[in-house]
């Protein structure tokens, strides 16, 4: 059973447009929402994390916008660079020692 | 200097055989965990350790047996290996329970059971 629900599952961009990656979530207890991006090969690396009590957090290009009402959460990505395909995970802490990941989206931006 | 190391990085095996995974962290974290992530690229905890002690089991089954020695180490065993055994596995470590810094992953072992 799946905690964090996201979509899409893949997006195509044009360098320089805007990713948009969008999570929703049940369980009010999950106390933050990192996003995690995966290259071929490689593990999954933090990208840029909120908590609930901010309605958003900006880390250079990549932003979480946050909605506690609609327990919804998304990242968006401006100016995309093609270095910046990969492929993106949100996801949310219910306790201490686990998180719930979504599914995934693939993004691939076209130079 | 890597944070989080994981030996093999592919491991290919016959039906039924028993396999071990190493794990190692050089970041001080209290906190180490596997993860399995599908075919699809779907992510799934397994196990959490805190300070050598199991504290999260998944439902995984009973032919797992993960075993942490140090706060630095943590190994997976899996015997009897499946065809549905198939997949990456992924060691993390963290600290606190990965507020704020999250939790730093390995790069992975590839397990095919053929």
């Known amino acids: 059973q799946q905690q964090v629900k996201q979509s899409p599952q893949s997006l195509i961009v044009q360098k320089g447009g805007i990713s948009i990656i969008n999570c929703a979530y049940e369980?009010?207890?999950?106390?933050?929402f990192p996003w995690y991006q995966q290259f071929p090969g490689k593990g999954p690396a933090l990208l840029i994390a909120?908590?609930?009590?901010?309605s958003e957090k900006k880390e250079g290009r990549f932003t979480i916008s946050f909605n506690k009402s609609a327990k919804q959460f998304s990242l968006h990505i401006m100016d995309s660079q093609p270095g910046d395909s990969a492929t993106y995970f949100c996801?949310?802490?219910?306790?201490?020692?686990?998180?719930?990941f979504g599914a995934g989206t693939t993004v691939t931006v076209r130079a | 200097d890597t944070a989080v190391s994981q030996t093999p990085k592919y491991l290919v095996t016959q039906m039924g055989n028993d396999k071990s995974i190493k794990c190692e962290q050089n970041?001080?974290?209290?906190?180490m965990y596997w993860y399995k992530q599908d075919s699809k690229k779907f992510l799934k905890i397994m196990f959490s350790?805190?300070?050598?002690?199991?504290?999260i089991n998944e439902t995984v089954p009973n032919r797992f047996s993960p075993k942490s020695p140090d706060k630095a180490h943590l190994n997976l065993h899996i015997n009897s290996l499946e065809l549905g055994d198939s997949a990456v596995y992924f060691c993390?470590?963290?600290?606190?329970?990965?507020?704020?810094?999250?939790?730093?992953f390995g790069s992975g072992t590839r397990l095919t059971v053929v």
């Open positions: 993390a470590s963290s600290q606190d329970g990965g507020l704020p810094y999250g939790y730093t």
């Open positions: 369980n009010t207890a999950f106390d933050y």
């Open positions: 909120i908590r609930p009590d901010v």
């Open positions: 996801a949310a802490r219910p306790d201490d020692y686990k998180l719930s």
């Open positions: 970041l001080g974290h209290d906190t």
């Open positions: 350790y805190n300070n050598k002690e199991l504290i």
